[in-house]
């Protein structure tokens, strides 16, 4: 028997068929089209079937057809287009020095420089993130990727990426990443382990969100279905049920199940998962907790004068201390280093978005301790300081790189009075002062989900 589809399926189908008559049109580079052999199959219709199969007249089919195929040519408006400003708690601290207009052009700017240098859709399933110089991308990167898209307002940009996501699921959490894609034969092809990282998967769900209050879920794309399909796999395979920490990745098991990333510790993002996920609300905020116990316990047991995070932790005893040694990285994974060079920002985000104060003195310590560390110059913040292997906030480097100075532009929003010299030297700093449009990826992309946040255009879902 004819099982008929449901009205998201057809128009997910008639977007498919749309975009497939767009791409034999020569319409350039609109993205790949939706497979919609494969969604016809999984809801029991072939498409040779005709009208009938989808449940409507010949008229009514034509007539989607072609509002399906206008929206191919031009995507549906967003919600809160770029920019939406937002109004932060109390206390928080913006810019000074320049102009609201003037940061949203540089956000604007910076966003176009960004997808020139970075996207790309070579393999032809859809658009990905370029990460270096060997055709290849990580989830790491699709997820900062399909974040911006949102924010942007560029459903184009953002559902072109959702399709490459479908294409690349992990082998252990089926609705979950896998870490790294490489251009081979013309197509891009899982490598080096089909598992997943936990940041990109928490970013991917976290943009899904994003994407139904720009767009809604009653179109081609179910955004809200599908953020919940990653949050309950996040859920079942990067989180340790024991202690309720995010773990760094579906493949952790045994001794790595009670190791955790700091920079994963996106505290906005868990919120507003249990905003959403109300099944599961109790647990995440039992990952939440985890996160701020973590966070405090470091805090008063060895970061007191600084605030800083290492990049990796390790459950010892009841507590979260920084991994001794080389974990997973190299000898600096239990000092502040290229993962938790994301933490000033990604702690920041529950105080400024939800007004959550549990985390609030760690971050305004860090905020007085750098800006008194390097002079209130941003370019003399360093790239790596001591947590556990050295003295605590001493520097390993001597050089400075844009994904460890534009996260602190974040914190020291949350430095009061006593830190708007300094936010708006960091500002001047990231936006050309010191650092021009292209820098690299993990640096650029950084900067610029930082810029959106302290120009004020950071909302929730």
């Given amino acids: 028997m004819l099982n008929h589809p449901s009205a998201a399926h057809r128009r997910f189908l008639l977007v498919a068929l749309s975009t497939a008559l767009l791409a034999a049109c020569g319409g350039g580079d609109e993205p790949a089209a939706p497979d919609a052999a494969a969604e016809a199959a999984r809801v029991g219709i072939r498409l040779s079937h005709g009208p009938g199969a989808l449940g409507l007249n010949q008229a009514d089919v034509e007539a989607d057809l072609v509002a399906a195929y206008a929206e191919r040519i031009q995507p549906q408006a967003a919600a809160r287009p770029f920019p939406y400003h937002v109004s932060y708690p109390s206390g928080v601290i913006k810019p000074n020095n320049v102009s609201q207009a003037a940061m949203d052009g540089k956000v604007s700017a910076h966003y176009n420089t960004w997808k020139t240098n970075y996207l790309r859709t070579a393999g032809g399933q859809g658009t990905w993130v370029k990460y270096d110089n060997t055709n290849s991308t ?76 720009q767009w809604g879920s009653t179109g081609s794309i179910n955004y809200k279905a599908r953020a919940l399909e990653v949050m309950h796999d996040i859920l079942a395979y990067e989180v340790n049920p024991t202690y309720w920490n995010l773990t760094p990745g579906d493949w952790a098991s045994g001794s790595d199940a009670i190791h955790t990333r700091p920079s994963d510790f996106m505290t906005g993002h868990i919120l507003a998962f249990a905003k959403y996920d109300t099944a599961n609300a109790t647990k995440w905020n039992n990952v939440y907790n985890t996160i701020s116990t973590a966070v405090n316990y470091q805090f008063t047991h060895g970061s007191g004068n600084t605030g800083l995070m290492p990049d990796f932790m390790v459950r010892s005893g009841s507590n979260w201390v920084p991994t001794p040694g080389t974990y997973l990285e190299g000898p600096h994974d239990g000092d502040f280093s290229y993962n938790a060079c994301r933490t000033p920002w990604r702690l920041a985000m529950s105080y400024l978005n939800n007004n959550r104060s549990d985390m609030l003195a760690v971050q305004k310590k860090m905020a007085s301790w750098i800006r008194g560390k390097t002079g209130s110059k941003a370019i003399n913040v360093d790239a790596g300081y001591y947590v556990r292997n050295g003295t605590n906030g001493n520097s390993f480097e001597t050089y400075d790189d844009l994904a460890f100075t534009a996260p602190m532009a974040v914190n020291a929003m949350l430095g009061g009075s006593a830190g708007q010299t300094w936010l708006n030297n960091l500002w001047a700093s990231i936006t050309g002062g010191n650092y021009g449009p292209t820098v690299d990826y993990f640096g650029d992309s950084i900067r610029m989900q930082v810029l959106i946040t302290v120009s004020g255009n950071w909302w929730t879902p």
């Fill in 138 to 213: 990580v989830s790491e990167a699709h997820g900062y990727g399909m974040v911006v898209a949102a924010y942007m307002g560029d459903k184009t940009t953002f559902d072109s990426m959702y399709g490459y996501f479908t294409k690349h699921p992990s082998g252990t959490g089926p609705h979950l990443m896998s870490w790294k894609q490489t251009l081979s034969g013309g197509v891009m092809k899982n490598v080096e382990g089909n598992d997943s990282a936990t940041d990109g998967d928490l970013d991917i769900a976290y943009s899904l969100l994003l994407a139904h209050v």
